[in-house]
């Protein structure tokens, strides 16, 4: 992976990988929220050539996007306090689920033959018994 031709250390990987999906949460809600913004204000001065019906479903749907940017960013800072708390809990030893070559944080997903662990600090993958 481009983390570990850069040089971070195995920790710092599962530091970046768990806080990643917040990031891009939160990233994505001001995108949405600049492309709301625009959508809602970026009408004509001069609408007597538009419908009033176009410009209310206009500012309409603008509401809807940034309604939809705050619920991201809403999910995102949830999921920063989740990941926070898993950090908090494996710095302590309290997880039971751990790596079994790297003592890493890992990730319950399901796969083609099951679920399994994928480990957040070095890639591995342990299936669950």
């Avoid at 959508?39 to 603008?62: C, K, M, R, V, W």
């Avoid at 991201?72 to 079994?100: H, N, P, Q």
Wanted: proline letters at 3%; hydrophobic letters at 45%; glycine letters at 10%.
């Amino acid at each position: 992976m481009i983390l570990d031709l850069l040089g971070v250390s195995r920790q710092n990987q599962m530091i970046i990988r768990e806080y990643m999906p917040s990031i891009l949460f939160m990233g994505g809600a001001f995108l949405l929220q600049s492309w709301g913004e625009g959508f809602y204000n970026n009408h004509p001065p001069d609408n007597a050539y538009l419908s009033p019906l176009f410009i209310a479903a206009n500012q309409q749907i603008g509401l809807w996007i940034l309604w939809g940017s705050v619920a991201m960013l809403a999910l995102g800072v949830l999921r920063l306090f989740y990941s926070t708390y898993r950090l908090l809990k494996w710095e302590k030893g309290e997880i039971l689920e751990c790596c079994d070559f790297c003592s890493g944080l890992v990730k319950e997903k399901y796969g083609r033959y099951g679920a399994y662990h994928k480990c957040l600090a070095c890639g591995a993958t342990h299936s669950i018994r």
